[in-house]
């Protein structure tokens, strides 16, 4: 027995591989383990609104004022 691990996705109620399956013949019976992969989120995205406008104006303000202060050359 072969085994390989192959991205597929689910279209109108078909399993689709998005690579050639090299090796797989038409009928032949395979057996499928389903993984289900989470999409990346940007781990940000949890903080997004938890915070009023004001204070994201503050904090944008001190990220402003520091930047200024970096010296380019000492990078």
């Known amino acids: 027995m072969v085994t390989r691990t192959v991205e597929a ?5 078909v ?3 998005l690579n050639e399956l090299e090796g797989v013949e038409e009928h032949d019976k395979v057996i499928i383990t389903i993984e289900k992969v989470e999409p990346v989120r940007n781990p940000l995205l949890k903080y ?5 406008d004001e204070e ?8 402003e004022d520091e930047f200024e202060r970096i ?3 000492g990078w």
């Open 15 to 17: 399993l689709r591989p």
């Open 48 to 52: 997004a609104g938890i915070m009023s």
């Open 56 to 63: 994201a104006r503050e904090i944008n303000q001190i990220i």
């Open 71 to 73: 010296d380019p050359n």
């Open 9 to 13: 996705i689910f279209e109108n109620g």
